[in-house]
């Protein structure tokens, strides 16, 4: 199977043709994955890790001319690729990585172990995150490499088994001495979770599209199933209960689609920052396609709890509903778990008011600070609040000519972001007076619970 696909250029779906690739947009490439995790939860999530997060969406951003040259189109055809960034001491809050990175001459020394490394079991080329030391001509810190998964001393030490998607070729590996030229670092040293955070940007979408791909494959079990049941003398699906449960599939699954599609487009743009969408996609599709699947086994009765190799096995048409209930349960945990994208959903909404007056509220900051604060904030507000009432981003012909809804989640912009008329708006400059909102660390599990920042 992964030959076909590779035949078929899946693996280079979202890169670009000049480098072997198939070149597709986000919308088109998201949808091409939704009609993968409607059959195969697991290719998906080969495909997507691959693309999403492995090495070809960190070099499409940060990557030199040389880099991209050297590996896209092997990313393109060829190569399956991983990222590494979980350790068995991080999950959430990655910026305690342990792996290291001591520079050597031309190159750097790689010790550590990775943890639940999606295709690293079988990968050619993995993105790793590693801490590089702080020394003389090093600023250090932590740091994005590429490397050959065929270098000496790189260990896949164990193959993993979930609950679900137990094709995933997921596993542990070990780096002893790992040497990696140091034109294979991504970006600057130090840049790694920015990395991260930015290649996760879009990377996160791509499991809401799958969720697409399940709630449609959900819809069409459950409706083929409820018509032909019958109990009580008719179709199930005649059932007032059974009806509802599907009515709710197919709402739920369009809703989805649009958001993804929106989001897709977004990214597409190449101007927007799209963090909050992302992040509202991701939580939204991996809650509700678990939902989805749970009432699709319900649906089912008895056979929705039973295997698909059970049904056949006593004649009956082998669904998989059990499969793909358990095979979407990670989707609440990866990339993000739920907690972390209230968090992060949370934070984004009020980064504007912590930056101006989040001093006043921290019990760790001094009387005189907080009057700073309390000053600063005075000033803020004092413009901020009357903008909301009667501001440019009140004007319909500003959020027509924006071409986007008025109502963003975000709270500040700058008069770059299209989001024309959210709670602050487009010509209002961020507190710190520096541009689009950045949080202050990153994470392949989206996390960032530091304080917010506003940078570059
Ligand atoms: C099948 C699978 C594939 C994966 N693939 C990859 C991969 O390809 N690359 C990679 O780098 N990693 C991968 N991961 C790792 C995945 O991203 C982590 O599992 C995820 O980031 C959560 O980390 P953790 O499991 O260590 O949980 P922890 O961070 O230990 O969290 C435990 C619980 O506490 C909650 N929690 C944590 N912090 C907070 C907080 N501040 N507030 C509220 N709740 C909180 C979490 O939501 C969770 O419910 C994969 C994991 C699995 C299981």
């Known amino acids: 199977m992964i030959t076909g696909l590779k035949e078929l250029g899946a693996l280079g779906m979202k890169i670009d043709t000049q480098y072997g690739g198939l070149g597709l947009t986000q919308v088109y490439y998201n949808k091409a994955l939704a009609l993968v995790g409607s059959v195969s939860p697991a290719i998906g999530a080969l495909l997507s890790a691959h693309q999403s997060i492995g090495v070809p969406q960190p070099l499409k951003t940060f990557g030199t001319r040389e880099q991209k040259e050297t590996f896209l189109p092997r990313c393109a055809r060829t190569d399956i690729s991983a990222f590494l960034l979980t350790e068995p001491d991080v999950g959430s809050d990655p910026a305690r990585l342990a792996t290291t990175a001591v520079p ?39 740091t994005a490499f590429v490397v050959e998964a065929a270098s000496e001393g790189v260990t896949v030490e164990h193959r993993n088994a979930f609950m679900g998607l137990r094709g995933l070729e997921n596993g542990v590996t070990r780096f002893h001495r790992v040497r990696v030229p140091a034109a294979h670092r991504i970006g600057a040293e130090g840049q790694g979770l920015k990395i991260a955070l930015t290649t996760l940007n879009t990377g996160r979408l791509s499991l809401p599209a799958m969720c697409v ?180 981003g009140q004007l319909p012909a500003r959020t027509a000519s924006s071409g986007t809804a008025s109502t963003s989640p975000r709270t500040c912009a700058t008069s770059n972001a299209p989001h024309a008329s959210s709670p602050a708006p487009p010509s209002t400059p961020c507190p710190a007076g520096r541009g689009k909102w950045r949080p202050s660390r990153a994470s392949w599990a989206g996390s960032s619970t530091s304080a917010p920042n506003c940078s570059r």
């Open 104 to 142: 050597e001459g031309d190159t750097y020394v790689l010790d550590g172990v990775k943890l639940w490394t999606t295709n690293g079991v079988v990968a050619d080329l993995l993105v790793v995150m590693a801490r590089v030391p702080k020394s003389e001509g090093h600023r250090g810190g932590i």
């Open 213 to 392: 791909g399940s709630g449609k494959w959900c819809l069409k079990i459950a409706r083929e199933w409820s018509a032909a049941r019958e109990q009580w003398g008719r179709p199930v699906a005649l059932h007032e209960a059974v009806g509802s449960k599907i009515a709710f599939i197919a709402a739920t699954t369009f809703a989805l689609e649009a958001v993804v599609d929106l989001s897709s487009q977004m990214a597409d743009e190449d101007r927007n920052d799209i963090r909050i969408e992302a992040a509202l996609a991701k939580l939204y599709g991996s809650e509700m396609a678990w939902l989805m699947a749970d009432e699709l086994v319900q649906i089912r009765g008895g056979r929705g709890f039973e295997t698909a190799d059970s049904l056949r096995a006593r004649g009956e048409r082998a669904v998989p509903a059990e499969q793909m209930l358990r095979d979407l349960r990670i989707n609440r945990i990866f990339e993000g778990s739920t907690e972390i994208m209230h968090l992060l959903i949370a934070r984004e909404a009020v980064d504007a008011h912590l930056s101006v007056a989040g001093d006043l509220i921290d019990p760790e900051k001094s009387l005189g600070d907080k009057a700073r604060a309390g000053a600063g904030a005075g000033v803020f507000y004092a413009k901020w609040l009357p903008r909301l009432v009667a501001g440019p």
